[in-house]
């Protein structure tokens, strides 16, 4: 069974920077394409960003293009987020998701099959 653990977040000053790990466990790490989220308030949960299984590709939503970096690393089974240039807006819940990579871009939350539980990330003076 597929497990997404994420760690990272917390409170942040505009314009800093802070990295998301997501932890995968329970199957090939490399087999599975990956997906950043974020929800805020009151809003739906929305794309961030995509990496495939051997973290050659990535897409990234327009709102984040040129502030975040997505990659992995395929030996440790860990997948990563650099946020910098945070912004107020920014501030939501983030989660990591997992889907057999069977090739392409996936922005949908529904192509995920796996979930982690969230980490809070809050861009606040």
Known sequence: QVQLVESGGGLVQPGGSLQLSCAFSGSSFSNYAMGWFRQAPGKEREFVSW????GVSTYYADSVLGRFTMSRDNLMNVA????TGLKPEDTAAYYCAAKADRGG???GATDYDYWGQGSQVTVSS
Do not use: A, K
């Not at 990563?80 to 946020?83: A, R």
């Open 105 to 107: 871009v996936r922005i």
């Open 80 to 83: 990563y987020l650099q946020m």
């Open 51 to 54: 990496i495939s299984g051997r």
